[in-house]
């Protein structure tokens, strides 16, 4: 798997947002044992599944300051 690019180029909210939200996320996913199964199946790629993940909806985050 790689990053999803033509979903990020196509992507229509806030990518500094989302951008944040995966990288936040990755960092989770990089502890010893938090990484699942999938991440495994990628060969330890997280951002790429991190990216995959937050661009199709699969990780929920509220907003703290819209502006």
Request: a negative charge; one cysteine or more; aromatic letters at 4%.
């Amino acid at each position: 798997m790689s990053i999803p690019l033509n979903k990020l180029i196509d992507y229509k909210g806030n990518v500094y947002q989302i951008t944040c939200v995966a990288i936040k996320e990755a960092i989770i996913l990089s502890n010893p044992g938090c990484g699942g199964k999938e991440i495994e199946e990628n060969n330890g790629k997280i951002v790429s599944e991190v990216l995959t993940r937050a661009l199709n909806g699969e990780i929920h985050f509220i907003p703290t300051d819209e502006q």
